[in-house]
């Protein structure tokens, strides 16, 4: 069980806009730890995508934002591409652990 | 450019220790940290620690410690990570990543290309 949530799954067809969610407690996301995202194409190392909850990289695609809430943030991908079918993680700390946690990965899949 | 380049693939045998090294080029090797990323076959991302490559101070996961240890030479700009006492649950792609750590957490900006660690008798 990873102390982040998010489902292990979401599906879009090329154009459309989808969301995956990453859902933390108190002792991270909810104490005030930025989120941090990840991208991880299939044989590759991971990709940073989104930085301090909502900020891109240089050379990140402004299709891609985040955003965060409460004890949850999200990651939205508007006008899906096929190159965009990969794995995606979120990161924050935990207080509690003493440790960078993520998420269990998400698996995008571009119908 | 901003680049960590990991050394090779490794097998080895349960009980074994494995060193794997992370050098890095086209930034300014002690102006940041480094953590530590695995990731077993099929499996999601574990944090395993981090270094500072100014002081050498570390900060391990807990589940970790007393088996790793992670150091760093800034004479070459090269980090490494020492695992002991191999278990076959060790089997993992062994990540390098530059942290860039803040008031508010940490974040992961730039990663090697990953060491496959094999643990096999």
């Known amino acids: 069980q990873s102390v982040l949530t998010q489902p292990p799954s979401v599906s879009g067809a090329p154009g459309q806009r989808v969301t995956i969610s990453c859902t933390g407690s108190?002792?991270?996301?909810?104490?005030?730890?930025?989120v941090h995202w990840y991208q991880q194409l299939p044989g590759t190392a991971p990709k940073l995508l989104i930085y301090?909850?909502?900020n891109r990289p240089s050379g990140v695609p402004d299709r891609f934002s985040g955003s965060k809430s409460g004890t949850s943030a999200s990651l939205a991908i508007t006008g899906l591409q096929a190159e965009d079918e990969a794995d995606y993680y979120c990161?924050?700390?935990?207080?509690?652990?003493?440790?960078?946690?993520f998420g269990g990965g998400t698996k995008l899949t571009v119908l | 450019q901003v680049q960590l380049v990991q050394s090779g693939a490794e097998v080895k045998k349960p009980g074994a220790s494995v060193k794997v090294s992370c050098k890095a080029s086209?930034?300014?090797?002690?102006?940041?940290?480094i953590s530590w990323v695995r990731q077993a076959p099929g499996q999601g991302l574990e944090w395993m620690g981090w270094?500072?490559?100014?002081?050498?101070?570390?900060n391990y996961a807990q589940k970790l410690q007393g088996r790793v240890t992670m150091t760093t030479d800034t004479s070459t700009s090269t980090a490494y990570m020492e695992l002991r006492s191999l278990r076959s649950d060790d089997t993992a792609v062994y990540y390098c990543?530059?942290?860039?750590?803040?008031?508010?957490?940490?974040?992961?900006?730039?990663w090697g290309k990953g060491t496959t660690v094999t643990v096999s008798s």
């Open positions: 990543a530059r942290d860039r750590g803040y008031s508010r957490g940490n974040y992961m900006d730039v």
């Open positions: 086209g930034y300014t090797f002690t102006s940041y940290g």
């Open positions: 270094i500072s490559a100014y002081n050498g101070n570390t």
């Open positions: 108190s002792s991270n996301i909810g104490a005030g730890y930025d």
């Open positions: 301090g909850n909502s």
């Open positions: 990161q924050s700390y935990d207080s509690s652990l003493s440790l960078e946690v």
